[in-house]
């Protein structure tokens, strides 16, 4: 007993210092575990128990939570590198050397998280092994030269994380720093490609591709390009980007509210600025791709795109707009404060464009929200003289749907637009051309993503589907390029008239990060629970039928007690993680204010919901 605190020391520290290693263990577990499923299927044989169920608890809620949590994990830790790789990148092109320790904090995060994802992994594989032997049989017979691929590909990115983490400060400089690029970018592509892979055997169960002939290869190669396959993997690819970026902003904040120096307010100010600036930047197209994914499920099989969009599970999509417009809310009012806060003098200049687009996307929120059909008691149904509302009824489809979320996003690059120009006046002298020219692409390109919606109601589905949604898509998209390029240009020789001044947000920023990664986690909780339930009582869809006890889709109540249950791990999960990952700056900040001593503003608390005192204080 007296050796076992030492024994939890130890085991913290292996996790945070030696996450390849955890990882590793992981991966040997599950490469041993996969011929065994493997051979299994070859000598023909089929287990006696097709389940097995687990008291309490029950074996389908266990495998819920273990895999939601195993998949948010992996979206933070696939999404991250990404990004922190970018930020190395542009140290390395600018000499700017606080991106180069951003891209180390950011990696810092992902090393804690790294080897809790294996661990979820290598427990999911247990359990789905024994509580569904069947099922894994079947896929075991159909992807078994994936497994082995997956499993070679998971020790290389282990192994090229070791060392990306380890050698950061040991290659800085010269040809050195070059080769640790180029393990940034092969930590990318190992983490892309084991992304993709098991994006085959989830999307397989919900559109499989099954041939008879062939060789092993050849049946798991048709299996793993399935018509939903690729919507798939570029989903989820943007949806880690905008996963990892709001989480590392929901860190940067919670750092930043308990900073105790200026420096510390500075550089964690800045840290939420680029965290939010990152899940902007993937959350802008990210609709487009759920788009492209709903899309290729209706054409698949029409059915499961009416069980989705129009059936039981229709009302999944007003909770999604909901939590959709509180990010877009959150993101935007974490810009507005910034210019108003780290900008002196700006408020007056840019109140009355904050409170303009706070109006838009209010009332395109409210479009968003309108059910198609109400729930409603007969009373209130002959009432209204049906099941739709008479006057709010006709935003309720998915013309208006689709026009306002392009709005939505119109608005929020502009906001963005407007806190990248903020303090700054361009000096080239076609500024104004170009600038009057983009004033009329806004409105034109807004008057013609609301005139298709509304010519929407006119034509019949497929057409608005096939050429009206896409025109839309296509409008915003060249509205987000061109505008892109076009500011850039003009900012290129730009006067800055006002410095920013960092570390002067007030503490309800930092909660506004937080609020933003609590709305993503329960959105992507949200929409993986739709994915699944689309199949309904099937295990493969139309292939392999469930016939336990669980054959049925949870009502939504109780799923939604679950996806809140799975956020509250996660971010348990994820505090632990920032902990763990924070352990090293205290015994240093420790040390530092020893010899320095602490600022007093840092050490008050933050109030929650925002202090006007604490803010003149900060």
Known sequence: MMERPGMIQRLIRLIAESPAAVAAFVAALGALAAPVLGMAADTGYTSAVAYRDV?????????????????????????????????????????????????????????????TTALFGGILLFILIGAYPKLMAYLSDIFFPSFMVYCALFLLETATLYMYWYGWDAMSEGGSKVFHLFLGFMLNFFA?????????????????????????????????????????????????????????????????LSARTPEEREHYDWMGYVGNFIGVFGLLPLPFAGYWLMREIYQYNQQMGITLMGGFLSWLFILQAMLIGVL?????????????????????????????????????????????????????????????HPLLGVFGVMSAKMTVSNLMVLVTFMSFLMYWQAGKQATVGWARVAKAIMNALLVIAGLAVIALGVYGYFVPAIIRINYFSTSQVGIVLFVLVTFTLLTSAILKSAKTTTEMVWGRMPPRAGYALVLNAVMVILLMTLMGYARSSSRVHWHVYGVMRDSSQYAFSPALGYAAVLMAANTFFFCMIVAFIFWVATMGDKGKNAHGSKEKGADSHGALPAMAGGSQTLDKQI
Not at 64 to 85: C, D, K, T
Not at 95 to 103: I, M, P, Q, T, V
């Open 55 to 115: 008291p309490v608890v029950g074996s389908r809620n266990l495998v819920w939570v273990i895999a939601q949590l195993h998949l948010l994990l992996a979206g933070f830790v696939l999404g991250v590198p990404i990004f922190a790789w970018l930020c190395e990148v542009v140290a390395w092109k600018t000499g700017e050397k606080r991106y180069d320790k951003l891209a180390k904090e950011f990696t810092k995060l992902l090393s804690s998280a790294y080897s």
């Open 328 to 388: 877009f809310l959150g993101s935007n009012y974490y810009f507005w404060m910034g210019i108003t806060h780290r900008i002196p003098g700006s408020e007056a200049q840019y109140k009355r464009p904050i409170l303009t687009m706070l109006v838009i996307l209010l009332l395109c929120l409210g479009v968003w929200m309108t059910p198609h059909s109400l729930v409603a008691s007969l009373e209130e149904a002959q009432k209204m003289g049906g099941t739709h």
């Open 192 to 256: 892309f490609f084991i992304m993709i892979i098991p994006n085959s055997w989830a999307t397989f169960q919900a559109s499989p591709v099954v041939i008879a002939e062939g060789s092993d290869l050849a049946r798991a190669w048709a299996a793993t390009w399935n018509p939903t396959w690729w919507p798939v993997n570029i989903h989820r690819l943007i949806a880690n980007v905008v996963l990892g970026g709001y989480i590392c902003g929901a860190y940067a904040g919670i750092r930043y």
